[in-house]
């Protein structure tokens, strides 16, 4: 029987799917077929269909007794983990470019640009019809301090990567260091220091919370 939340899963998988076939589908055409505009497409699609019926049934997409701030963190992973990855490809095609651009017009991958917007919009809606539909179960002292770790959590690990650079920095030759201090480099990697972070913080917090469940 297709209960709310498994087809929610569904939607939800779909899309990680299409995200994955739209950020490393193969540049030429598999049976006429243009992967990485299709997956663009379907991801864009499946994304719309997951939000609309999260916000149709916000109340039985989840199981019962899962607080406001443990469904926010596995919608989070999901959408973090996502972002993860498309910031990566970006990075990796903004590696390919030379000479490194100089204005952000000129950055590769527009279209990872748009998809990165729309896992962040889908993020916020997300959020905010999650906490609509909380309705009894929204959160506790328990909840609190489950947030609290994993905020700690990525705090270090954001903290760890810093401390790291630092190292690099001081340890690597100028002549390997050019293409990381490019002013436009230089700034995605702080963004992507703050991704990181987003992304373990979320990791902790719904690994917190299945372990309390054994």
Avoid at 1 to 7: D, E, N, V
Avoid at 149 to 154: E, K, R, S
Wanted: net charge neutral; glycine share 10%.
């Amino acid at each position: 029987m297709w209960t709310a939340g498994r087809l929610w899963r569904v939607l939800m998988a779909v899309a990680a799917i299409a995200a994955l076939a739209a950020l490393f589908g193969p540049a030429d055409r598999w049976l006429g077929v243009d992967i990485g505009a299709t997956g663009a497409s379907v991801f864009v699609l499946a994304m719309a269909a997951a939000i609309t019926w999260l916000a149709t049934k916000p109340g039985e997409v989840f199981p019962e007794d899962w607080s406001l701030s443990e469904r926010r963190g596995w919608v989070g992973l999901l959408v973090t983990a996502l972002i993860l990855l498309t910031f990566g490809k970006f990075l990796w095609l903004l590696s390919h470019v030379d000479p490194v651009p100089e204005r952000i017009g000129e950055l590769p991958g527009r279209n990872l640009i748009s998809l990165l917007v729309v896992l962040g919009i889908a993020w916020g809606v997300c959020a905010r019809v999650l906490a609509r539909g909380a309705g009894p179960v929204g959160e506790d002292e328990r909840d609190l301090r489950m947030r609290y770790g994993a905020d700690q959590a990525g705090d270090l690990a954001l903290a760890l990567a810093v401390v790291n650079g630092v190292v690099l920095l001081v340890v690597m030759p100028r002549e390997l260091l050019a293409w990381w201090l490019e002013p436009l480099v230089l700034a995605n990697l702080l963004v992507g220091l703050l991704i990181f972070r987003n992304f373990v913080e979320h990791v902790v917090l719904v690994a917190r919370y299945a372990l309390a469940r054994r």
